[in-house]
């Protein structure tokens, strides 16, 4: 005697999918530091280098650009590490060299255009 409830579950048949050509890369994304008044050379500097790992050099002329222009482009990358290294940013802390710094520096990420 068959009980409906025994009753074995149908199995979905796999269905490849055939892909032409390779896979599209992944959008670009920058990673962009913003100016502000709270922030020492050194901080940016120490900052840069202990999230993105740039030198000190580095870390100076991008210190500068956003000193000079009020925003510099820190990184490009794909969306989400993106969107970690913006929020590392937000969340690397205060400049202790200046008394009435409150907090970490600003960020934000935008679509690169190139």
């Known amino acids: 005697m068959s009980d409906a409830n025994s009753a074995e579950p149908k199995v979905a048949e796999k269905?490849?999918?055939?892909?032409?050509?390779k896979p599209k890369p992944l959008p670009r994304f920058h990673v962009?530091?913003?100016?502000?008044?709270?922030?020492?050379?050194?901080?940016?500097?120490?900052?840069?280098?202990?999230i993105f790992g740039h030198t000190n050099e580095r870390g100076f002329q991008l210190a500068q650009q956003v000193d000079e222009h009020g925003?510099?482009?820190?990184?490009?990358?794909?969306?989400?590490?993106?969107?970690?290294?913006?929020?590392?940013?937000?969340?690397?802390g205060s400049d202790f060299r200046i008394s009435a710094c409150k907090g970490s520096m600003s960020?934000?990420?935008?679509?690169?255009?190139?």
């Open 32 to 50: 962009v530091l913003l100016d502000d008044d709270d922030h020492t050379y050194e901080y940016v500097i120490e900052m840069l280098r202990g």
């Open 107 to 114: 960020a934000t990420i935008e679509p690169d255009e190139s």
């Open 71 to 92: 925003r510099a482009i820190v990184l490009t990358t794909h969306k989400e590490l993106a969107e970690l290294k913006r929020d590392q940013i937000q969340a690397y």
């Open 15 to 21: 269905t490849r999918t055939k892909t032409k050509g």
